[in-house]
């Protein structure tokens, strides 16, 4: 069967291009280049990066790029392991049934032993339900800017002084799975692991971030190790583009002002991957470099990849329910766009200052 490598080395011999040319402009490092003409897709650190480098090279090389992610999808299915079913001899028919009788039965004595002598699970489980009515109470914890640390449950508050002398409360509403707040802007979900900066009175500015280190995927009662803290303003910097000409603010306000932040500046523009997952259902459509729109209804797990050489435009009915990595050059980017429940249009783009230097920023559409 022809490989994708194959194809690629054949036609980038064609054209006459050196793989040094090949890297300079299509800004694809030479390890990457030779491990697509190689078939070796171990070079890369994951998945998403492969297809992504792959369809930038096919669009540059002008080969079928379909095609070729049809053949690296071939031939990492030929690679897979032949299942070990498949291997072994099948046993007679009545064997069977008597083992699974026999294995059942066995299991069942070791069971019962095991669940009133040795592990004493009755005992266990009236301490477990003590201590999950002891987390029912509802907790309150002030928080005054400094860094916290606190196991948050269902219904547990967080206050947040006003300058005006009250509080605004953030109410646990889950803890299975992920962590789930009520605030004033809308419902916050943090997953674990993750670093969330909620801005509570919609004025371009972090009131508290909340970051998961531990929570149960299983069981909501155990509750989620929740760390508050805020970071310094000062260092969180943007920039803002009027008119091509890029100038750095210091200040969140000046940058949120603008509606243009920026992901990521080079000396030159090329294709970037937008890697978007899904944590939750929602409508999602978008159109690359003004091509054809693509449309379609998403659930929680699903990915898509799209590669972009000048601006990618995205829409989603509830943008809390996707998180956007964005890999451009050998950089990869992880950003969110908006707070949940909001129905968001953005663009994400290249844009150049009067400097000559190219950067990719992403800009709110009315």
């Known amino acids: 069967m022809e490989s994708y490598g194959l194809i690629l080395r054949n036609a980038r011999e064609s054209k006459g291009l050196s793989i040094e040319r090949v890297v300079a402009e299509t800004a694809i490092a030479s390890q990457y280049i030779n491990a697509l003409e190689s078939d070796d897709p171990s070079v890369f650190h994951g998945e998403a990066y492969l297809t992504g480098f792959l369809q930038n090279y096919s669009e540059y090389l002008g080969t079928d790029t379909k095609e070729l992610l049809r053949l690296y999808h071939a031939a990492k299915l030929q690679e897979s392991p032949t299942p070990k079913e498949l291997l072994e001899k099948k046993k007679p028919k009545f064997l069977v049934p008597l083992i699974t009788v026999l294995v059942l039965l066995l299991l069942g004595g070791t069971g019962v032993f095991l669940y009133f002598y040795v592990f004493k699970i009755p005992e266990k489980r009236e301490i477990a339900a003590r201590a999950v009515a002891e987390n029912k109470k509802i907790h309150q914890y002030d928080f005054d800017g400094t860094t916290q640390n606190a196991r948050l449950y269902v219904g547990d508050q967080i206050m947040i002084p006003t300058e005006n002398g009250g509080n605004i409360v953030l109410t646990v509403s889950n803890t299975k799975g992920y962590l789930s707040v009520l605030t004033p802007s809308g419902e916050q979900v943090v997953d674990l692991s993750e670093e969330r900066d909620i801005d509570l009175t919609n004025d371009g500015i972090t009131d508290i971030i909340l970051y998961v280190s531990d929570i149960d995927t299983r069981d909501g009662s ?23 000409d890029a100038t750095s603010r210091s200040e969140i306000e000046q940058a949120s002002a603008s509606g243009q932040k920026v992901v990521h500046t080079d000396s030159r523009a090329y294709p970037f991957t937008a890697n978007i997952s899904f944590r939750g259902s929602c409508v999602f ?12 209804y998403y659930r929680s797990g699903e990915v898509i990849n799209v590669t972009s ?58």
């Not at 050489?309 to 050059?329: D, M, P, T, V, Y």
């Not at 950089?331 to 844009?351: Q, R, S």
């Open 222 to 244: 155990r509750g989620a190790e929740v760390r508050m803290l805020l970071k310094d303003r000062e260092s969180r910097q943007f920039v803002e583009i009027t008119d091509g």
């Open 309 to 366: 050489n000048n601006g990618l435009r995205i829409w989603a009915s509830n943008i809390n329910a996707l998180k956007i990595q964005l890999i451009a050059g050998l950089a990869t980017y992880d950003f969110e766009i908006g707070k949940a429940g909001e129905v968001v249009v953005e663009d994400i783009k290249w844009v150049k200052d009067s400097s000559g230097m190219y950067s990719i920023v992403v800009e709110n559409v009315d």
């Open 285 to 296: 459509r978008y159109k690359s470099d003004r091509k054809e729109t693509v449309e379609n």
